[in-house]
Structures are given as C-alpha cells and as structure tokens.
T-cell receptor
Framework: DAGVIQSPRHEVTEMGQEVTLRCKPI?????LFWYRQTMMRGLELLIY????????DSGMPEDRFSAKMPNASFSTLKIQPSEPRDSAVYFC????????????FGSGTQLSVL | GENVEQHPSTLSVQEGDSAVIKCTYS??????FPWYKQELGKGPQLIID?????GEKKDQRIAVTLNKTAKHFSLHITETQPEDSAVYFC???????????FGTGTQLKVEL
C-alpha cells in the first residue's frame, strides 16, 4: 500500500489567496484526520471524519477553514482567504477503526503564506 | 480537556546508551497511550502503544510503561542507534476515543 498520500508537498502563496490541500487515505480505512503542526502549538487536530462524515470539527480555527470528504478515497482542506499565521505543516492521517487509535500519517504539506 | 506534558524537550545520548522520555496526562478517563516517531520531513509514525489495563509493553529495543495512579507513562529505548534520532511524541486518548492529545515532542539525538 502506498500509504496516505498528500498533495502538494509544498505550497507557497500570498495572503488572501485560496489554498486547497488534498489527501488520499489508505484504502479500507474508516477514519480520516487533518492535523496542523507548528513550533508554537505542536500537533493540533483540526477535524476528523468517520465513514466520510465529519465527526468533530472543534479544532478548526476559523470560518476561513473548511474540509470535505466527498468519498472514501479523497478529502480536501481549504483555507480561504489565507493569512500568514496559517503557515504550518498540515498532515492528513487515516485509521482503520472508528477511534483515533493507530493513525497513519501522510508526509504533510508545508504551507507558507507570505 | 486533556493536557499532556512531555519531558525532556531535547535529549542527547551516546550510541548504545538508553534513552527515556516521560509524559504525564491529566484526564483519568484516558485509556490509550501511543508513541509516535517523526523523522525530518516526514509524518509521525506509530512505534508502540499501551492501553490502560496494561502496565508495560515491550517491542525489541523499545518499551513503554504506564503508571495509572500517577498518570505517568514513559518510553524507553535501549541500545540506541543513530537511526533512532528523531522527534518522539507521546499522546493520550480520552474515553470514547474521540480526541488524541499529543505531547510537545522530544528531539532525540544519538551521537556516535
């Protein structure tokens, strides 16, 4: 299995632009998670889905952030409009169960908002 | 909510020595404690985990211990090798399995 696939690996954009991050979970996994990693705040859970349904989005920082999972093999995290403080590494992870156990992380998207 | 504290933030050991990383958690309902290893430019990778009904678990050179009374759990790496150099994160999962809270990470450096 190729593991969790994220794209792009790096994204550099200007403040105010829309940013879309993409994720393909491991086939057969029921749950998908979006995390953000910064030096200041560490690893933060933004949102997670179970069977394509959003379960907990309490970590989404603002209305500028939105996430979708239209089917079992694809999810997006969108930031519109982007701000410099959104600069971070964004990870997607999937797990075979319905809980947060045994997460498999992708390689992340390094986002820089200038 | 759950609070996970991790110490030390950096740890440097000589190859062949042991390394110990410690974490504490606050929510007595937490029942699952994984450890993740993150190498440069990669996502975290699960290396070992322990449930609250177990006091110790070992997998080759790594082991994890859990003290539920004190709300402490630790990662032990024996016979360290250069490839063990990475950032290690502890985490705890509250009852219901809804939220995994990560510690702040330990940068481990194994020197030759």
């Amino acid at each position: 299995d190729a593991g969790v696939i994220q794209s792009p690996r790096h994204e550099v954009t200007e403040m105010g632009q829309e940013v879309t991050l993409r994720c393909k979970p491991i086939s057969g996994h029921n749950s998908l998670f979006w995390y953000r990693q910064t030096m200041m705040r560490g690893l933060e859970l933004l949102i997670y889905f179970n069977n394509n349904v959003p379960i907990d989005d309490s970590g989404m920082p603002e209305d500028r952030f939105s996430a979708k999972m239209p089917n079992a093999s694809f999810s997006t995290l969108k930031i519109q409009p982007s701000e410099p403080r959104d600069s971070a590494v964004y990870f997607c992870a999937s797990s075979p169960g319905v809980t947060n156990e045994k997460l498999f992380f992708g390689s992340g998207t390094q986002l820089s908002v200038l | 909510g759950e609070n996970v504290e991790q110490h030390p933030s950096t740890l440097s050991v000589q190859e062949g020595d042991s390394a110990v990383i410690k974490c504490t958690y606050s929510d007595s309902a937490s029942n699952y404690f994984p450890w993740y290893k993150q190498e440069l430019g990669k996502g975290p990778q699960l290396i070992i985990d322990i449930r609250s009904n177990v006091g110790e678990k070992k997998d080759q050179r790594i082991a994890v211990t859990l003290n539920k009374t004190a709300k402490h759990f630790s990662l032990h790496i024996t016979e360290t090798q250069p490839e063990d150099s990475a950032v290690y994160f502890c985490a705890s999962l509250t009852g219901g399995g809804n939220k995994l809270t990560f510690g702040t990470g330990t940068q481990l450096k194994v020197e030759l």
